[in-house]
């Protein structure tokens, strides 16, 4: 019966192509209809009469997401009332992360008793339309159906509540402050074609904005070049802990410090053998010698490098060269902190 509905629903998903870039407030927000854990279609276009509509991108298994239902379910409590309606829509596949089936996420709605519908994006097309990054990540769908909102709940549970905020603005019939504010969260797993890897140029602030979207989670920030030999032993035991730990909270940014010029050549080329989910940067610095002492103090900029962070973002520990052991025992005690 799943994989029947899971076939109707990629016929019927109106959104764009999987191209498509993020949608920014004032944009009009793409149409979907998804099926939910109530055994029900759900369309955008049904809530049109509400004052808004909260499209929340969550899922089961992200540590942040996840830390986020309590805030979600009694800001929903509270404004749902109002007429503001809230919609969570799961944006994993279960093919990429068996914890965010539609069986799975019907037992988590009925666990914490989710006063909204929780939607499946299988096909991951209304994910693409949105350009959701991570989970969470809201969009507020303005009484005019286009975008008045894009970022995170709050400032990572801490003042201000940037949702219910913008809530409240679009309540008292005013322009939201703040339409757009950076989400935080676990990265969406999104599908690639086969033998499809992604690399992405980045400056040194990039970077940095690259981590803190990550916050909440386990990270380990990998430098090294195709040329390198360590870094190449290195990687598959990186890719490793990346599949075994992913559920935990862990992040591998695999930060490439190759000549820009072989973005899509050679560090391309060089990623394709491994099959693994790593946020996969290059780096797009005048200076790497300048990057290096700005980003430790204690790097000389040999590679491979590995700085491991907290949950917080702090930086806790500097790995130079191959410890493969002594660097699992370091993450996982991180791991088993929460927020």
């Not at 591998?252 to 560090?267: C, F, H, P, Q, T």
Request: aromatic share 10%; glycine share 6%.
């Amino acid at each position: 019966m799943i994989r029947r509905i899971l076939a109707t629903t990629l016929i019927l998903a109106l959104a764009c192509s999987l191209a498509s870039a993020a949608v920014d407030p004032g944009d009009k927000a793409p149409k979907f209809k998804l099926f939910g854990v109530d055994y029900k279609y759900h369309q955008l276009s049904d809530y049109a009469d509400s004052k808004a509509t909260v499209v929340v991108f969550t899922c089961n298994s992200c540590p942040v997401a996840k830390a986020y239902e309590d805030d979600l379910i009694a800001l929903a409590k509270e404004y749902q009332p109002k007429g503001i309606q809230f919609l969570a829509i799961n944006p994993n596949p279960a093919d990429k992360m068996p914890a965010d089936s539609f069986p799975k996420m019907k037992e988590r709605a009925e666990q914490k008793g989710f006063p909204y519908p929780y939607l499946y994006d299988e096909t991951q097309e209304v994910a693409h339309a949105y350009g959701a990054k991570v989970t969470p990540h809201i969009f507020v769908v303005g009484p005019e159906g286009t975008v008045v909102y894009e970022g995170s709940v709050d400032n990572r549970h801490e003042s201000p509540n940037y949702l219910a905020n913008a809530l409240d603005n679009i309540l008292a019939g005013k322009k939201v402050e703040n339409p757009s504010l950076a989400p935080f969260g676990c990265s969406v797993k999104y599908r690639q074609a086969q033998g499809e890897v992604s690399v992405k140029a980045v400056t040194a602030s990039g970077l940095r904005d690259v981590l803190k979207a990550h916050r909440g989670k386990v990270l380990l920030v990998d430098f090294w070049a195709t040329w390198c030999g360590p870094c190449r032993e290195q990687f598959p035991k990186l890719a490793k802990w990346q599949k075994e730990y992913d559920e935990a909270g862990l992040q591998v940014i695999s930060v490439s410090l190759d000549e820009l010029s072989a973005k899509d050549g050679k560090v391309k080329e060089w990623l394709q053998q491994y099959e693994a989910d790593l946020e996969t940067l290059i780096l797009d610095v005048p200076n790497h010698s300048d990057f290096v002492q700005s980003w430790s103090s204690k790097w000389e900029g040999a590679i491979p490098a590995l700085f491991i962070f907290d949950r917080e973002g702090n930086m806790t520990h500097q790995v130079l060269g191959t410890q493969h052991g002594n660097i699992e025992k370091m993450f996982r005690p991180l791991l088993a902190k929460t927020e």
